[in-house]
Every structure is written in structure tokens, then in C-alpha cells.
DNA sequence: AACGCTTAGGTAAGCGCTTGCTTATGTTGG
DNA sequence: CCAACATAAGCAAGCGCTTACCTAAGCGTT
């Protein structure tokens, strides 16, 4: 999408992480300019204001996720595999990518109009990606869905929530929390169990 | 819990409604004088810090959360039944006190250690009814879930999450997504169809 | 090989304003 | 008469951002 310099980079790392620290009110950009090194000019040399740094995080941030989901779609063969695919890509993004994941989720509103229009934008593509597995697995059959736009918001809140309270130094864990969301993905959708035994988990009630 | 002069209350509601718009560092005690209608330092009469405002919203909105899923769970025959009235009673909170639950939820990072380990419990003992409510429905087999404690997290998602987005002017929709969130949630734990009806669902694959 | 010139990336200093909070001083209703 | 509640004024520190200036690397031209 676009492109930084080794130089703008080490700003712009140096932001996503005040600012999830502290949130974006509550960051300065001479704390900005000490973590990237530089004197508190330097920042300006690349980026004319604090807000401009924050709709820069905002947007590599949201696009990293949204590749991410996309290409995990891409090879899976049914609705049930497709949103178990997406859901985990998803999971891992936020969780291996928290402190960038918070920004983008929580600051939102500190973004001036403008820039609000253009990552409004990002995440309704976000969504859309969820809610068209979704429908595709409903008009099959695959899935049994009332609300598909609201299901979609609630799956898509598996990944998102969790950059609230994990800590990067819990990696570890999150392989597991991923293949938790994604059976938990499935099940609300209405994805029955593995053709192979449909009938067991009923007889067993 | 812990009761409030009026006065005090005014700077509380108005301390909220700061932190919830701009974040705790984004919000000046100024800001919160001017929406509760006193000078700056009459916020100071009432309220040792600001931090000690953050933590006054903090624990008043996990109070009353708390008591809100705790007053749901009562009137509960199953344990399928019983989830179902503490989401939805969690989810209409959230929906309901958007604003301080944005606080609740979003600023726990800028209170300081001591404060920050009272509110760390309160959502300790949050949690804990909704393990305890899977917990039970797992071991009647009224559930069936592998990871109770990752599945709580994740039911509470669910109402937490809407906090980020929702719009206290779109309260109207609020019964909606409560009852949406109820039957994800309760797919989510495996809990079956009415037992009046359970080989239809499977018959039906 | 030495030249002048451009460009990218940086700094020290500081301007005008806002910050959290305090102090000294009223002004009320019971 | 005295808590309880409020205020005007202001202090020291920190804020976002600008200005004026410096350095080093890359360039075709002489």
C-alpha cells in the first residue's frame, strides 16, 4: 500500500508503542522521539503532526490485518473451513501484532475527521469479508444464521477483544486461543460437527 | 458499596463522560469542571487526583455491572437459562452505560498499582460468575466445552466489545443485540436446541 | 581529483499555551 | 457559628510544534 523509509519506520514503531502504553492523549511526542532515538524534531521531519503519526499506525495496522484474513481465505474449500481460516488468521494477527492491534482498535476516536473517513473505510472492508463467509454459508446450507451482519460483529469481536488484556509475553498461549476461536467461531454460526459422526453428539444428549 | 454526595456524583458523571470521549490522557481536569458546571478546583474539594477520579468511574461501573449479571442470575431454573440471563443483562448494561463502560474497560492502564489491584479483583469476581455458570452447565451436561475459562473470556467478549463501537443515541437496538448475544453465546457453549424438539436439527444435515 | 550543488536526516533552542494541582479567600444553608 | 462547598489567581512543569542551523552522502561537471 505504501511505502516507509528505515527512518520513518523507527518513528512510526516508536509511536504504535507509546501509544498503546498510554493511549494517544496521554503521549508526547517527546516520549515518541525518545523511544525512536531522536531529538523531537526529528519527528516532524517525517511526519507533520502527532495526529498524522497516529492515522499512519492506524492504517498500516488495519492493513496488515485485513491481508492477513484475506489471504487465509483464500485456500480453504468450504464456508466452515473459509471462517475457521479467517478466524484464526485473525486471532494470530491480534495477538502477535497486540500492541499495533490496540492503537488501531481503541484511538480510533482520536483521529480527526478526514482520517476517520479513510479507516472507517478499512474496516468496513474488514467486516464485509467476515459477513460474506457468513452468508455464503447460510445460502448453502452450511451454516444457520439469523443476524448475519450482528454474528459477523460478534466473531469479529473474538479477535479484537483480546488485544484488551494480552501481553505480548504470553506468545506462547496463542496458538491455543486462536483454535479455541475458531471452533467458537464455527459454533455460532451454527456450523454442525464433522460430517463424519453428525449423528453422535446428538445421540449422546 | 460506597455512596456519593451530589456533588460528588456530579464530577463523577462528568469525569465519564471526559474520559469516555478523549481517554484518561486526553482529558484535562478542566474539561471535567467545565462539563459539571464548577471551576477547576472544585474538582479538587471532592477528589484527591484525577487518577482518583479514574478510579472513582473504575469501581463504580464494575459495581454496578457486577451487581446487574449477579440480580440476572438469579431467576434462573438451567444453567442453559441462567448464561442466557447474565449475557443478556451484561450485554444491556454495556449497551446502556456505554460511556462508562468505555472507561471501565478501556482505561484500566492509567490507574496506578494500588488502585489498579482493586479493579484487577472486581473483574476477577466478574469473571468468575461466568465460569461458574459454564462450569455448572458443563459438569450437568447441559454444556459441552473443552476450555471454561477461554470460553468465559470469550462470552464476555461478546458484551464487552460493543462498548468500542456502540452509540448511546441507538439504544433502540439495544434489546436486539442483547437476545443476538444470548444465543450466540449459548451456541457457543454447546448448549443443545429445546430438549422438546432435539433430532430435528440433526435430522435436518 | 576536485568542484559546487542538491537532498535526506538530523539537532539545539525556544515560543506560546496548557497542564495538574495549590493557596488564600469567600459564601452559604442548617 | 461552622462545616461544606465553592472560587479567583497562579505556580512550576510540560505540551505540540517551529525556527534556524548543521552534517553527510550522492551527483554530474570541470
Redesign the pocket.
Known amino acids: 500500500m505504501q511505502d516507509y523509509?528505515?527512518?520513518q519506520e523507527r518513528v512510526l514503531d516508536a509511536a504504535a508503542a507509546a501509544f498503546s502504553e498510554h493511549g494517544f492523549g496521554g503521549?508526547?511526542?517527546?516520549?515518541i522521539a525518545v523511544r525512536a532515538g531522536?531529538?523531537?524534531?526529528?519527528v516532524?521531519?517525517?511526519y507533520?503532526?502527532?495526529?498524522d503519526l497516529l492515522f499512519a499506525v492506524s492504517r498500516r495496522g488495519h492493513d496488515a490485518a485485513h491481508r492477513a484474513m484475506i489471504e487465509a481465505s483464500a485456500d480453504a474449500a468450504s464456508p466452515t473451513e473459509r471462517l475457521g481460516t479467517m478466524v484464526h488468521a485473525s486471532t494470530l494477527w491480534h495477538l502477535e501484532n497486540a500492541r499495533v492491534a490496540r492503537v488501531v482498535q481503541y484511538e480510533y476516536g482520536a483521529l480527526t475527521e478526514p482520517h476517520r473517513g479513510v479507516i472507517a473505510d478499512l474496516r468496513r472492508q474488514t467486516t464485509q469479508l467476515i459477513v460474506d463467509v457468513i452468508a455464503e454459508g447460510d445460502a448453502s446450507g452450511d451454516f444457520d444464521v439469523d443476524d448475519i451482519a450482528g454474528t459477523a460483529r460478534a466473531v469479529l469481536s473474538l479477535s479484537i477483544d483480546l488485544v484488551r488484556w494480552f501481553s505480548p509475553d504470553r506468545l506462547d498461549q496463542a496458538a491455543r486461543i486462536a483454535r479455541l476461536n475458531v471452533a467458537l467461531a464455527q459454533r455460532m454460526v451454527g456450523a454442525g460437527p464433522p460430517r463424519s459422526a453428525p449423528t453422535i453428539r446428538c445421540a449422546s444428549r
Not at 27 to 31: E, F, H, K, V
Not at 48 to 51: D, I
Open positions: 523509509t528505515p527512518a503521549t508526547s511526542t517527546r516520549d531522536r531529538s523531537p524534531a526529528a516532524y521531519v517525517h507533520r503532526s502527532k495526529e
